[in-house]
């Protein structure tokens, strides 16, 4: 392993989390595009910008979902997380995601860094005791989730509610007990009993001061997303109230039994955990600590380091308001968020996504359609839903690389290299010093400028949709100007001296493209510098037109994208239209309609042959069997069609 990535003394230090998914779930669109794949263009962006960046993310794996997860899958937690921090790190990779570190908080490091903060507020008041009234199962002698507890919904009547929600008519709001013939998830045959339990609580309304005055400063020095400061002000003008934080279960951070000096205590916390929502922020701590062991240069520096996290709206609070009051409750110096980036919702096709109803594109098949990874990220990022909800749809998908991607970007770079691989310049860039010197040339110089310092000025204040704009109107000059100038083979003919500035020019153009692309077209940004055989630029404050000097000799031209079908419209959109089942059921209804057609057709035949003068009944009967054989085919037709076209589960 190379060296750790570690703040340095007189530069921006840039740390980017993105929200840890949960480790049983399969990633959608949305969830992608309102995390980690924002967090990797403002990591990517601030690396191209030359600054220490570390980007940290991991999956989250305690709590009841995973114990729920496990038992349906017959595997232990452990399994189960392996199995699924595994294949979210596959996803991840396959989209470009470009993780500095992507861990998991079932480590020892977890465990060490949550009992530390835990004892720090134990220690200074800020955790309290309460007493509750808990279901338990007599059986398997646990206290039990609310998830754990199943029956009939006291609502609609549904036979297989849980004890947190009805997944037929969507019920939440009744006691777990309050389902009628209640049972154990584990036992089936066993009805759950009440007990008396006891957990810690944090203090939240006691911090609630310290987090209002640390959150309007923050909020304003760091530009947090409307809607993050707006669903904090929400809760913290409600005010806040003291939460849980301890859980009767066995997979999550156990709770340290040295803060207890009664035994009696320790007995009864022997067997808790944290509350999953207390310590899984937490994680990006602990994740770090896997990543280095100077760790703590990232975490407790506040004044040299700079904290960026993304997320999707439902997960602000707990970064705005309870893992900052867990910090503030330790009353030691932690690196504290700077800067909030909450997404709104991404639907799909005007629905939503539902991977139980196979509904929408998921990470594990997005791969499926056979449409590069630099495609789906241009294309999310440009509908990244920062000030609303937005769609996925195909027709635009489809559009958005054939007219942009290809048209703008792509046939601008492969027009330029291609004729500097030609024989009039055998892919040595000719010698445009003087000539692209002439004042002709500064308009577009300036436009580029301009360009790039809206560029600049949108990833700053992590606008990733409109910076993706502003790159884009930069490729898109760069066709411009090649317009403008006649530049072609003829030109080159005719005008020499001027053809060798366009072409030096353009070049340079196209190596800034690299660049302001690479956040956002990682790959893509690859295959052109391999194309120009250039390093990496660092992003530049302001563009001169000569990086890429007179007498360099390029690499061979590439196509960047291709064009896709307008047909696939249909064909994605039912690939992605629902559950495999109900697919097949489709295919298998339209095959017997067909079957049925074809049946009709030769009834309709055989009756309109025994109207014609029979040869003899042995020959009727013969010629009524070969008249069948037409339908018999049409099935066998129709059949094999639905075996060809069975498409995987989504």
Known sequence: MSDPILPQIGKRNILVTSALPYVNNVPHLGNIVGSVLSADVFARYNKARGRPTLYICGTDEYGTATETKALEEGVTPRQLCDKYNALHAEIYEWFGIGFDYFGRTST?????????????????????????????CENHKSFLADRFIEGTC????????????CDSCGSVDYEPLD??????????????????????????????????????????????????????EAWLKQGLRDRGITRDLKWGTPIPLDVFEDEAD???????????????????????ANYTDQWERWWRDPEHVELYQFMGKDNVPFHSVIFPGSQIGTEEA????????AAEYLNYESGK??????????GTNAKDTGVPPDVWRYYLLKNRPEAGDTQFEWKYFIENNNSELLAKLGNFVNRVIKLVNSK?????????????????????????????KQYIADLESVNLKAGLASAMLIAQAGNNFLQSNGFDNKLAANEPEKAAAVTGIAINIIYLCASVFAPYLPASSKSILEQLDAPFLIIPNQWTADYIKPGHVIGKAKYLFSQI?????????????????ERLKKEQETAKAAAKKAAAKSKKAQQKSQKVEAKSVEASAVGGAKSMEPGKEAVDSVTDGVQQITLPSS
């Open 565 to 581: 079908d307008p047909k696939k419209e249909d064909q994605w959109r039912d690939m992605f239209g629902g559950t495999q089942a």
């Open 353 to 362: 996504f539902s991977k139980s109803r196979g509904i929408g594109v998921f």
């Open 108 to 136: 020892e490091e977890q465990k060490e860094i949550t009992q530390n903060i835990f004892r720090r507020l134990y220690k200074n008041d800020y955790l309290m005791e309460r007493a509750s009234q808990q279901p338990y």
């Open 334 to 341: 932690w690196t504290m968020l700077h800067h909030l980036s």
């Open 179 to 232: 389902l009628k013939n209640p049972h154990c998830k584990t036992c089936p045959d066993v009805t759950p009993v009440v007990r008396e339990t006891r957990h810690i609580y944090l203090k939240l309304d006691k911090l609630q001061p310290a987090i209002e005055e640390w959150f309007q400063a923050s909020s304003q020095k760091g530009s947090w997303s409307k809607n993050g400061k707006n669903i904090t």
């Open 154 to 165: 006291p609502k609609c009547g549904y036979n297989d509610a849980r004890g947190d929600q």
């Open 424 to 452: 009039i310049y055998n892919s040595t860039i000719p010698d445009y010093t003087g000539p692209a010197s002439d004042p002709i040339f500064n308009k577009a110089k300036t436009e580029i400028n301009q360009h790039l």
């Open 266 to 288: 320790r007995e009864i916390y022997r067997d808790k955990v944290f509350y999953v929502w207390f310590d899984a922020c937490i994680g990006y701590l602990s994740i770090t």
